[in-house]
């Protein structure tokens, strides 16, 4: 699909950088859109945390949930006052007894999908919510995009759309799950005005603006050459 493309756009720069290897064609760079809210009217910063980390949306192997809980259960010494939520439908069965057989009383486990109005109360709640993604290359992730809608202090894997995201100040990154614990404690906040900012410029409407606007210029120039 790449060799018969003229322009291919993607969600992260390291996407960019490997499409780049086997196409002629221009790859252009876009943070997925975002839908804006007005966070002011949130009270986020306001609301005490009835957990530490928040782990929501669908529930697939690759999103490291398992890696997580088996970190956790590895490090008790570190983990065990950690008081964990995880939410969102899991269609597996056998992955679902996987992730039941890690669970500690610390640590909420709630299959079932969540809904958008629900789920800005439980970010609300929620020092973090955490992304503890172990695949190889993460482009971007229409939960990770609504989380950072609703001004959450969002951790994830250095790599792919969240390395994009720390790189604009408003997501932390890790190496490592050791990490974590540094994190949390260490943490003072990110700053809701520039999120507010990045959402404003990446909504839906400016997205379709950029998008229109590269593909004609594309037409154009490959008519010039015709």
Request: aromatic share 12%.
């Amino acid at each position: 699909m790449c060799l018969s493309s003229d322009i291919i756009f993607v969600h992260s720069s390291e996407a960019k950088n490997y499409i780049k290897q086997f196409t002629n064609a221009k790859v252009y760079f876009l943070h997925h859109p975002i839908e804006p809210i007005n966070l002011e009217n949130k009270g986020l910063d306001n609301t005490p945390y009835k957990f530490d980390f928040l782990i929501w949306g669908s529930i697939e192997p690759y999103k490291g949930i398992l890696e997580f809980l088996q970190f956790c259960n590895d490090n008790k010494d570190i983990t065990s006052d950690w008081r964990i939520k995880i939410v969102g439908l899991c269609k597996s069965q056998s992955y679902e007894e996987d992730i039941k057989s890690k669970l500690s009383v610390n640590i909420i486990y709630e299959n079932r999908k969540i809904e958008f109005d629900e789920l800005s109360k439980e970010i609300s709640a929620s020092k973090f919510v955490l992304f503890p993604y172990t695949s190889s290359s993460v482009s971007s992730s229409g939960a990770l995009m609504d989380s950072l809608s609703l001004g959450a202090n969002i951790i994830g894997p250095s790599k792919g759309a969240f390395k994009d995201l720390a790189d604009e100040d408003i997501c932390i990154v890790y190496e490592d799950l050791n990490e974590l614990r540094n994190i949390k404690e260490r943490f003072s906040g990110i700053n809701k005005s520039a999120i507010q900012l990045f959402v404003d410029k990446h909504s839906w409407d400016g997205f379709a603006t950029k998008i229109s606007g590269l593909i004609n210029s594309s037409i154009n120039e490959k008519l010039k050459h015709e």
